[in-house]
DNA sequence: GTCTATATCGGGATAGAC
DNA sequence: GTCTATCCCGATATAGAC
């Protein structure tokens, strides 16, 4: 919640009931701890992920379940959403090869998927990476916005309730079934650009 | 691109040509002048928006263009993208009742225009901050992502052309022309949820 | 209003005992 | 391996001269 530099080591060895010295044992570094952390949490995001991907359902089921599943992750670790906002703000600064790999994963997911629909002839001519952006990023900044989602209602005046998780995947995946309904996609004109 | 915290009054200061201490003169503090740029900021881009949403084009048109013009304020201040990701990371800690105020013109032009092509009955029941999450926040991380694409480009191979501007903007507001289309929104099954 | 010099403090990292 | 005490630097903020 309050990132890399509002995390103090001092407070890090304290939650986890150790001293602070021992980090700088079994670590190199911040950096070090921070990135080992990352891998250890996209590992186990990969792993559930590119199950989804890999598993025998029909292409435009997957990309529901991916939707869900990625919403469910998210909610289950709500300290990952802003890391990853974070991270984009900072031009990914702190990350080193390794980490950039295993999150690539969740990416390749996601791309398989639409790779696949489009292979097997069910989806249309829709660019994975594009999906890709405007699927799963609108997640994370949902996911991360649950905590002042209140006082931007106050503001705004809007009724919070419409953004519950429900509707919101709902929302996503009426999207997506749309982009890669056949035909539909990449055609058409783009509309006035300025 | 460093943060709140990555940015040293010092730093700001000489970019200014001026001294540390005029800084503190005229404001209360960093935060005081954080605050300060981020209400002109938005406040210049919700003009502009505003602009779009209230000019007498026909909804399903200011929808395209307020993606067109979205991408392209943002590309004309590219320190901005960041920033927003950032605020939500942390919460919005460092933004004040005023300031949100302002950020609010961005969000009601996008809900606006979806309102009025709704009333119109020209668009279908989608929701329009569901539509304005989807829409908004994929051109923000779009943006904020421009520098390090290349970076994950070389580990995930993907290629970097498929993402140029024009592409993107064309992709969302097929998405966003989708979503509006009379008896297509809210209907249909949402699929399976877990 | 504009500057220099400085107070002050928080946090990453390490020395060194055990 | 585990701890305490400490070094050290960088950054916000201010005092005070001009």
Redesign the interface.
Known sequence: ???F??ATVDRIAARARLNKAMIYYHFHGKKDLYRTVLRSIFTTMGDGLAAIASSNAAPA?KL??FV?AFV?EGQARAHVA??M??E?????RRLD?ET??VM?RV??AM?GIITEGRAAGQFGP??P???Y??TV??I???L??T??RN??AR??Q?DVG??DP??????????N???V?PA???A?P?????
């Open positions: 919640m309050r990132g530099e509002g089921d529901d379940r869900a469910a802003p890391i906002l974070r984009i703000a900072e031009g990914g090869e950039y790999t690539v990416v390749r791309t829709v660019d990476i594009l999906l952006l405007t990023w609108p994370v900044v949902y991360a916005t905590p002042i006082a931007l503001v705004a809007f419409r953004l429900e509707r919101f995947i709902a929302h996503l995946q009426m999207l079934r749309h982009a309904m539909a996609a990449g058409g783009a509309g006035e650009l300025s």
